[in-house]
Nanobody, 124 residues
Framework: QVQLVESGGGLMQAGGSLRLSCAAS????????MGWFRQAPGKEREFVAA????????DYAASVKGRFTISRDNTNNTMYLQMNSLKPEDTAVYYC?????????????????WGQGTQVTVSS
C-alpha cells in the first residue's frame, strides 16, 4: 500500500501561483511513477501532469504546459506541482496518484493509488 496526502491548495486570484505537495508513505517511492489529475465540478477527472520514477521524464496536458511544473524529491518521498499564471479554469480538486510503472501515464486507470485531493480555487 502507498498512502498519498496532498496539501497546498487554496484560494488564489487569477495570475497568482500555488505549489501543491504530495507526500507519499508506505512503499519505496522510487518504485512509482507519479501524476497529478484534477476534477472540476460537473466534469470528469482529467490529466494534468506526470513524472517518471527518476524524475527525468515529465509530461503535461496542453492546457497547463508552460504554466505548471511537476517535480519530485525522491529523498523526501514528495512530489510537487508548481502552478503559475493561474486561471479561473484551473479551479478544481487536484489529486496525486502513484503508478507501478517507470513512466507516468495520462490515463487515470493506470494509477494504483490516489490521494484524497486538495481544492484549488482561482478567482477572476
Amino acid at each position: 500500500q502507498v498512502q498519498l496526502v496532498e496539501s497546498g491548495g487554496g484560494l488564489m486570484q487569477a495570475g497568482g501561483s500555488l505549489r501543491l505537495s504530495c507526500a507519499a508513505s508506505g512503499r519505496t517511492f522510487t518504485n512509482y511513477a507519479m501524476g497529478w489529475f484534477r476534477q472540476a465540478p460537473g466534469k470528469e477527472r482529467e490529466f494534468v501532469a506526470a513524472i517518471s520514477r527518476s524524475g527525468g521524464v515529465t509530461d503535461y496536458a496542453a492546457s497547463v504546459k508552460g504554466r505548471f511544473t511537476i517535480s519530485r524529491d525522491n529523498t523526501n518521498n514528495t512530489m510537487y506541482l508548481q502552478m503559475n499564471s493561474l486561471k479561473p479554469e484551473d479551479t478544481a480538486v487536484y489529486y496525486c496518484a502513484a503508478a507501478r510503472a517507470i513512466f507516468g501515464s495520462r490515463t487515470s486507470s493506470e494509477y494504483d493509488y490516489w490521494g484524497q485531493g486538495t481544492q484549488v480555487t482561482v478567482s477572476s
